[in-house]
């Protein structure tokens, strides 16, 4: 897809690439398109012991917070990551409402993402459900 | 070929895709009364479905009953919604009339056949010619009557059928021509519709007849339109009325809309003593079918998991999704809310605690046996497929070929299991069992996701009353 301006709009794709290549400088490896669940997490931080879900939109974030929703019977954490803005109060409270945390991407920086709600930590993790996903993850980390 | 009695208030279950026949034999066959099939499919596959009707679904009574929707109104759609894109010898996408659609055409005549695909069929098509609406009545009429018993005649089971005195296999009920009707289109519609029940009755016998009522949400809320429609199909020459509300989704319409659906239900049966079927019921019609009380409904019509509502366009088609089906509300599931609703109500604790507070059916049976939060976990079993969508790739979850037969069996049953049930209960608990149910469903669910719970019972309670 072009711009008015005939540059490639960036993707969910772009963002997930450029976030991943970002964190892989930094040392931390990532799980990519990790199915769960009938869902697939677009990318999954595995660490000794906690588990971060991050569910990437560019537009549609209500889509994208019932995901990460689904995501907490595995993760610890889960989150929504959109081009960086600033997140309008709609957004913000419905991110305070779930307990989903909100990332922001900015393009231009080199950082992998602004953390700008923090995620509250799920009391909905199945065990069944978070071993799967470990598992699952193992097979898709790059 | 016996009659269908619906005096205790029949299962009727919709026959979808040729898959569809492993779950309407063997362990499942005695548990419908009958199957309804879309005419698409017997214009499409003749003798396979006679096949199937008088030889796999077949019992020691003879072949299974069935009914033939003759999906009339697909042709009254743009009809764009009955083509479809197929490739070319030499390559290249062309877009053509499906050939089911184009068959049934075929079959029924004009005006339909030579507009197929190209031109929506108009009232006036059939108002301005009687003569042209008759014949087109006598041939959806004689569609349903000889299509399959036609291709059974020369099998060799048909022998078989012979030697159990069986000598025809005609449709268990036949439906008049009918199209679907909304605030804009009834004025034109009902009176077409009407005269061609007014024709079948002149046409059919030996079989029920019935009309098929399809009408949009907006109608049949609508106060005048649905006195309307209960004098004109109530005073009908026809047995009964299947009914097609477009997309009316039982666990997501408004409390008005059930009463009022209720309402039509009642006034039809109840003082116009017609047989009374919804083709496309979940629970909420189930107990307006069998709970003593009400008896409502005459029978209640669904498909394998998925067809417990439908919209009217497009005709046919949509990919089913596994879901699971969680007996305590009585509705499918994503599987993660069902996770979640199944370790509220204590089914992971133990095997026992499962099979007590979540369901002991045949599948569930066999699945959990050891490990209840493994063994459910067999429920939701996925594979990742890869595409390309737009200009990125998207990676969807499927569930696995095992995971949509367990989803679907565990169905079936539990649907088996509500229609002896409610024959056995009140008005009164069921609604009481329904509202206790709420606030579970709610802390899983949300107040919207769980608000029918609260909506079934008290319309239950008020016809009970």
Redesign the interface.
């Known amino acids: 897809?072009l711009t008015s301006k005939g540059q490639?709009s960036m993707?969910?794709?772009?963002m997930v690439e450029a976030v991943v290549g970002r964190l892989r400088r930094n040392g931390i490896s990532a799980a990519v398109?990790v199915?769960?669940?009938?869902?697939?997490i677009d990318l999954l931080l595995v660490g000794e012991d906690c588990i971060e879900a991050i569910e990437f939109k560019l537009r549609d974030w209500r889509r994208g917070i019932r995901q990460a929703?689904?995501h907490l019977?595995g993760a610890d954490y889960a989150y929504i990551c959109i081009p960086s803005r600033e997140p309008t109060a709609q957004l913000a409270q419905a991110c305070a409402e779930s307990g989903i945390g909100l990332l922001l991407f900015d393009a231009g920086s080199h950082e992998p993402f602004e953390v700008a709600i923090p995620a509250t930590r799920s009391d909905?993790v199945?065990?069944?459900?978070r071993t799967?996903l470990v598992e699952t993850a193992a097979a898709h980390t790059i | 070929m016996g009659a269908l009695s619906f005096d205790e208030g029949v299962r009727i279950v919709r026959y979808g895709i040729s898959a569809d026949q492993r779950y309407l034999t063997g362990d499942f066959v005695d548990t419908y009364a009958a199957t309804m099939i879309n005419g698409n499919m017997v214009a499409h596959i003749p003798a396979a479905l006679a096949q199937f009707l008088g030889e796999r679904a077949s019992g020691a009574s003879g072949p299974k009953p069935f009914i033939i929707d003759p999906q009339t109104h697909a042709f009254q759609h743009d009809p764009s919604k009955v083509r479809t894109t197929r490739t070319a010898e030499d390559g290249h996408q062309e877009e053509v009339t499906k050939s089911s659609v184009l068959r049934m055409a075929e079959a029924f005549g004009e005006p339909v056949r030579s507009r197929v695909g190209e031109q929506a069929v108009l009232p006036g098509h059939f108002s301005a010619d009687p003569g042209r609406a008759a014949e087109f009545c006598r041939r959806v009429i004689d569609f349903q009557l000889t299509t399959i018993e036609n291709q059974a005649r020369d099998k060799d089971f048909w022998k078989y059928l012979s030697y159990l005195g069986v000598t025809e296999m005609r449709p268990a009920a036949v439906i008049a021509p009918y199209f679907w009707m909304t605030p804009g289109t009834a004025e034109q519609w009902l009176p077409v519709n009407t005269e061609f029940i007014r024709c079948a009755s002149g046409i059919v016998a030996g079989v029920p007849l019935f009309a098929q009522l399809v009408v949009s949400r907006e109608l049949l809320v609508d106060e005048a339109w649905r006195t309307r429609l209960v004098a004109n199909y109530g005073e009908a020459p026809c047995d009964g009325v299947f009914l097609w509300v477009d997309d009316f989704r039982e666990h997501d319409v408004a409390k008005d809309e059930l009463s009022a659906f209720a309402g039509l239900a009642r006034e039809l049966s109840t003082r116009h003593k017609k047989l009374v079927v919804n083709l496309y019921g979940g629970y909420f019609s189930i107990l307006l079918c069998r709970l003593p009380e009400l008896r409502l409904l005459s029978g209640v019509c669904h498909g394998l998991e998925y067809a417990e509502d439908r919209s009217v366009v497009p005709v046919g088609g949509g990919l089913p999704m596994a879901k699971f089906y969680m007996p305590s509300h009585h509705r499918r599931l994503r599987y993660p809310d069902a996770v979640s609703i199944v370790r509220e109500l204590g089914g992971f604790r133990s095997v026992l605690d499962y099979h007590e507070r979540v369901c002991a059916c045949p599948v569930c049976t066999e699945l959990v046996t050891a490990n209840p939060a493994l063994d459910f976990a067999k429920y939701g079993v996925t594979f990742p497929v890869t595409f390309r969508r737009a200009n990125h790739f998207v990676t969807l979850n499927y569930p696995t070929p095992e995971t949509k037969d367990y989803c679907l069996r565990h169905y079936l049953h539990t649907k088996d299991r509500e229609f002896a049930e409610t024959a056995r209960t009140t008005a009164l608990d069921v609604s009481r069992q329904l509202e206790s149910q709420h606030g579970l469903a709610e802390r899983c669910l949300g107040s919207s996701g769980a608000q029918y719970l609260l909506d079934w019972a008290q319309v239950v309670r008020e016809l009970g009353a």
Request: charged share 25%; hydrophobic share 30%; aromatic share 18%.
């Open positions: 897809m490639r993707t969910e794709q772009d398109g199915p769960f669940m009938w869902r697939c929703q689904d019977l909905r199945w065990q069944p459900g799967w």
